[in-house]
């Protein structure tokens, strides 16, 4: 199977099998995108979700965020992992939005970037989630997932180099849902430690399967 068949085979795949694919994080605007992403960095979209709607509750708003100390935004956000850095970076973050940006989450790479505790992989998840933007955030799933289908060479030994060489091969419009469908597929399916194969709907197109089997 060529790389490109590979990357048609995988796509068929998903759209039939999930046609809707979204983040898992639960928020109702683009600053709780932000913070929800941020919050889970190596932690469980499970235990974001546990944590944030009583940081939503007593900070709906950058603005209110930044009102408060280190230490009032660290009591909601103390369960998740890194909550010192994280809390410290929040709140930085949304003192940031409020004084540079009016409040508003910024759309582009560069200006994400620009905020305390924003990587790479959070801008491009709030770039595809919030504003629907060609942007593949590669996190440990992704990174997972797309070398075992074969979707990326050996060389690809770091996130960025996942990053462009699925953006090179996946059309466009696919991939803001493409992020997703890696995602769900690595969390539930092609788990890190166990795989589980036999319930895997791509054998045929899997690098990983067919060299096993």
């Not at 009591?75 to 973050?93: D, E, F, I």
Request: hydrophobic letters at 40%; charged letters at 20%.
């Amino acid at each position: 199977m060529t790389k490109k068949q590979r990357y048609e085979a995988v796509i068929a795949y998903f759209e039939e099998a999930m046609p809707v694919a979204e983040t898992e994080l639960h928020f109702s605007n683009d600053f709780q995108l932000l913070v929800a992403v941020m919050l889970s960095a190596q932690c469980t979209d499970k235990r974001v979700n546990m944590v944030t709607p009583a940081l939503f509750e007593a900070y709906p708003t950058p603005e209110a965020m930044a009102a408060a100390s280190e230490e009032e935004v660290l009591s909601y956000v103390k369960s998740v992992s890194y909550p010192n850095s994280k809390a410290r970076h929040l709140l930085a973050t949304a003192r940031q939005l409020t004084e540079r940006f009016g409040g508003e989450v910024p759309e582009t790479l560069e200006a994400l970037t620009s905020l305390p505790g924003v990587g790479r992989k959070t801008a491009n998840v709030v770039m595809s989630v919030a504003f629907g933007k060609a942007r593949m955030a590669v996190d440990t799933h992704v990174f997972r997932v797309s070398h075992r289908l074969g979707l990326v060479s050996e060389k690809s030994k770091t996130p960025l180099a996942v990053e462009l060489e699925l953006v090179k091969h996946i059309p466009e419009s696919f991939i803001p849902r493409a992020h997703h469908w890696l995602i769900l597929h690595g969390r539930y399916v092609c788990t890190a430690m166990k795989p589980h194969c036999l319930e895997c709907g791509l054998h045929h197109a899997c690098a990983f399967y067919n060299k096993k089997s």
